[in-house]
């Protein structure tokens, strides 16, 4: 048998690794507004956190930065000619978690499965897979459906992969609500997923640091020039701006449109723009017999159509644009955006001003010709200028005699109230990771359906209509996309009569950075560190 020396072998690995690492290797100090609220890929209920995920865990279909789906941990996937509602996925070989294990077929399976029960954040997506089973030989998998879903492998791509054993060990095996935020449970802190990255430490909520992951199955394909990322949440945003201008902060993700042009005019720092597959709206609290916040006592003002109507007519979004968004905004006249399956650009229009006259007769209609009051909740460090835009919303209302009085909170005390109902006036925002109208439709409009369905799941407005109801129930039964297309136009033609949510306008983000990265804006504002290139230090 041969024999070698081990000093020669322990050198050889060593070359071995200068020889793997990447050329541009480098850190990276990236700073966001807030942190993530949990680790557990089942339980991430914001984009911070997904996207920190999106790091260390992977999806079987991943979307590009560019909006293609492309394979993730599965190679390929298909719709069975003979069962349309039957989806099979062949996994990818040769794939390790961070602690070294294999993934296999068993993994994605309980992953599936633990991500589609009614405690995970994910099964509002997952709401129409039936089943998960193996197929063929030990890497392929069939994906069941209730109904034909010509739609479904779009909602895999933030449907991570977790190791079974790992999450066994740990006690983890179930994605619970209830055990959310960081250090509820072992997977809030811990990950263990097959990523580029891997945590190297975590203090939630002041920093989290990763690195490469030396057994990555993707290092061919993906340039992975940054080694190390330094995670840190900066709530202020002037903060957060001089951080990167003294050096000490290499990538800011969420900057303020007020200070675009000034980074713009710097010559160390490069400033990338680019829409968001989100679309910010007002939303109203239809459902309840009266408004808690109102001085209208007996009734509920936005049960009825034509209030929501008249709040619509009295803003003046192109205003909004010019003067509070510095022109990072479009416009919306839809709830739909124009990458999503399903838009009805025929209605995406809106008053090119503000109508006070119509919308004062339609209150008038409704029986509120002396206005009323009521509160309008907004978050303040979760969308860009969200509290001077609620403000300047409740200006807009006050001329029509609707007193909005601005509650801005922080986004982790805002949300919590809003799904519970609290909120009568509140400004939201949504981003659709499948980009097809039925995300927004079925979980947004929808009847509120108590299960794990996932029907109404974020319906906060309390909005019911048989009616639409039926429409959107239909939608299973259409596999030919021409006719789902018309169908979804006509949904979004009801929803826009009855002004069940008020659009207002899609993102446009901007990021800044040290001229060393060049880091674009992606749709899904999700950055995949893995496919950034550097231009070295210096530079």
């Known amino acids: 048998m041969l024999s070698l020396n081990r000093h020669f072998v322990s050198g050889l690995a060593f070359i071995l690794v200068l020889a793997l690492s990447p050329v541009g290797a480098e850190t990276l100090k990236w700073a966001r507004s807030s942190d993530a609220t949990t680790l557990d890929p089942?339980?991430?209920d914001n984009a911070v956190g997904i996207n920190l995920l999106h790091q260390l865990y992977e999806p079987l279909i991943l979307r590009h930065p560019d909006g293609r789906l492309i394979p993730a941990l599965a190679t390929a996937w298909r719709q069975d000619s003979t069962d349309a509602r039957n989806w099979e996925f062949d996994l990818r070989a040769d794939v390790t978690f961070h602690n070294g294990e294999k993934l296999?077929?068993?993994d994605v399976i309980f992953s599936l499965e633990?991500?589609?029960t009614s405690s995970s954040y994910l099964n509002s997506i997952l709401s129409r897979m039936r089943s998960v089973k193996p197929a063929g030989n030990d890497k392929t998998i069939v994906i069941q459906t209730t109904?034909?879903?010509?739609?479904?492998p779009n909602k895999l791509a933030d449907v991570f992969i977790m190791n079974a054993s790992w999450a066994a060990a740990?006690?983890?095996e179930h994605a619970d609500k209830k055990l959310m935020g960081n250090g509820s449970n072992y997977a809030a802190i811990n990950e263990n997923g097959t990523g580029p990255y891997r945590i190297l430490s975590r203090e939630p909520d002041q920093k989290t640091v990763l690195t490469s992951y030396p057994g990555y199955w993707g290092a061919s394909s993906a340039p992975q020039d940054i080694d190390r990322i330094e995670f840190l949440p900066i709530k202020n945003a002037a903060t957060r701006v001089a951080a990167l201008l003294s050096g000490e902060i290499d990538f800011v993700q969420d900057v303020s449109s007020q200070d675009v042009e000034r980074l713009q005019r710097n010559a160390?720092?490069?400033?990338?723009?680019?829409?968001?597959?989100?679309?910010?709206f007002l939303g109203f609290n239809t459902g309840a017999k009266f408004l808690k916040s109102s001085n209208i006592k007996d009734r509920n003002p936005f049960s009825d159509y034509r209030v929501r109507q008249a709040v619509g007519l009295a803003l003046d979004r192109d205003l909004i644009k010019k003067t509070l968004m510095r022109g990072l905004s479009r416009p919306a006249g839809i709830l739909a955006l124009p990458q999503w399956f399903g838009y009805a650009p025929a209605l995406d229009v809106y008053p090119r001003q503000a109508n006070l006259n119509a919308a004062r007769a339609l209150?008038?209609?409704?029986?509120?010709e002396q206005g009323f009051k009521v509160t309008l909740d907004c978050p303040n460090d979760r969308l860009l200028n969200d509290e001077a835009l609620c403000n300047s919303l409740a200006n807009a209302l006050s001329r029509i005699g609707i007193k909005a009085v601005p509650r801005a909170r922080p986004f982790a005390i805002y949300f919590p109230a809003l799904n519970a109902g609290e909120s009568d006036l509140y400004l939201a925002s949504n981003g659709n990771p499948i980009y097809d109208s039925t995300f927004f439709l079925e979980r947004l409009v929808h009847t509120k359906v108590v299960g794990a369905t996932g029907l109404g799941a974020v319906n906060t407005a309390g909005f019911s209509d048989p009616s639409i109801d039926q429409k959107i129930a239909g939608l299973a039964t259409l596999n030919r996309l021409e006719l789902r297309a018309a169908a979804l136009r006509s949904i979004w033609k009801s929803v826009?009569?009855?002004?069940?949510?008020i659009p207002l306008h899609q993102q446009i983000l901007s990021y800044a950075m040290n001229r060393r990265f060049d880091i674009k804006v992606a749709p899904t504002a999700f950055t995949l560190f893995k496919f950034e290139k550097t231009q070295g230090k210096g530079h």
């Open 268 to 280: 160390n720092i490069r400033v990338n723009s680019g829409v968001e597959n989100r679309i910010v």
């Open 104 to 106: 296999t077929r068993a």
């Open 147 to 152: 109904n034909p879903d010509p739609v479904f």
């Open 496 to 501: 826009d009569e009855l002004a069940v949510y």
């Open 114 to 116: 633990r991500a589609r």
């Open 42 to 44: 089942h339980l991430a």
């Open 363 to 368: 209150l008038k209609s409704a029986g509120y």
């Open 170 to 172: 740990h006690h983890i």
